[in-house]
């Protein structure tokens, strides 16, 4: 074991064991000191390949614990697609005031999406959570919009202190660092940024400016009933958005039901107001498809294609060992129902008695719609549910 930290995910870096984290040839650490960066950072950078030696969750609470302790201030990354499970209480129970979030990839929604109004929406949401008061920034890692003014925000808050950044995986923590290490020019190596979940194993503080605060970063929180956490890489890419998200409404029908992909269905099990709509809302790679309440269990066992591509038949086959449980809940006008991981659907009209299938574990939420107008006369007061 050396000294040395791996600048990519923070794990020590050792030659002795190729199976554990931080491992690099001896040859090249010593060659290249604290800016080797170990087989698993390289492999991802260059090779999109998913490495193995990740955490267990009680050593990266643990971790993140102390990070929010050496903190002058904590700065939480939370993600615009997956609100829900960036906020969850397991996430809440960790951080302290002052806080900071921001909500990163908000440029995957849709262009006409006014940001003044998704600003309240988050912190209506993170009220009714019963989370600590915070100061919210809507940013973009990937595109860079928001950060420079995060960053100037940070330093008038902390000056040259130290500020934890903290966030469950796969929200863009890393990609948030590497966009600030290219702004301001840094010239070391940059943490990693990869579609993997747990990109980063251990703190790992980072003063990318001399005359600014110090960063320190964190293991990704393993967030729990995310759906695209239970899935192999192929099929997370394709449920994990990485550009605009697709939306498609459809007219409400009696005894119909949508599939997003073959991984969940939302089946309308009571009577249709006149007028009403459902706008579904997933990635790209993410096929949504209409289908009659009483295929549903055929499509979800032997899939057409697209469907078939999504997930995978190794995934599909894992899944359907785990079982599936079935929600019933009642979704109200300008309410989504949110399937962590996956995606949403909206209503428009209603109200609409709804069975929800999905993977045994895997969660769910109501709660006032994201996308869309706020207000109708005789809309029913805000509510959360989560199951």
Known sequence: MSEYLCPGCGAPLQSDDPD?????????????????????????????EAGGGQPAEDEVRAAV???????????????????EASVAPSVRELVRPPLVLAVNKIDLLPPRTPHEEVRPWVEQRLAAGGWPRAEVHLISARTGWGTRA??????????????????????????LLARWSQAVGHKGPAPTVSAVPGTTLAPLPLQLDPDSFTLL?????????????????????????????????????????????????????????????????????????????????????DPPPPLRQAPCGHCRKRLAAGGFTTHAVTLAHAEDLVIHGLGWVTLRGGPLALSVRVPNDTKITIRPNLLGPKDRPGRPAARTVIR
Request: aromatic residues 6%.
């Open 217 to 301: 970063d964190t293991p990704g929180i393993p967030p729990r009933g995310r759906m695209s956490d239970r899935l192999c890489p192929d099929c997370a890419r394709r449920v994990v958005p990485d550009r605009r998200l697709k939306g498609q409404l459809w007219t409400v029908q009696p005894g119909q039901a949508v599939l997003l992909g073959g991984f969940a269905a939302i089946e309308i099990s009571g009577p249709v107001p006149p007028g009403s709509v459902l706008i579904a809302y997933g990635a790209q790679g993410l096929p949504l498809h209409r289908t009659r309440a009483e295929r549903v269990p055929q499509l979800l066992s």
């Open 20 to 48: 554990k984290p931080g491992f690099v040839p001896r040859e090249i650490l010593e060659r290249d000191g604290p800016l080797a960066v170990c087989r698993r950072c390289f492999r991802m950078r260059h090779y999109g």
């Open 65 to 83: 614990r102390r990070a929010v302790q050496r903190a002058d201030l904590v700065l939480l990354v939370a993600d615009a697609f997956d609100f």
């Open 150 to 175: 995060l960053w100037a925000r940070l330093a008038e808050r902390v000056g040259r202190g130290t500020v934890s950044v903290l966030g469950v995986t796969n929200v863009g923590k890393s990609a």
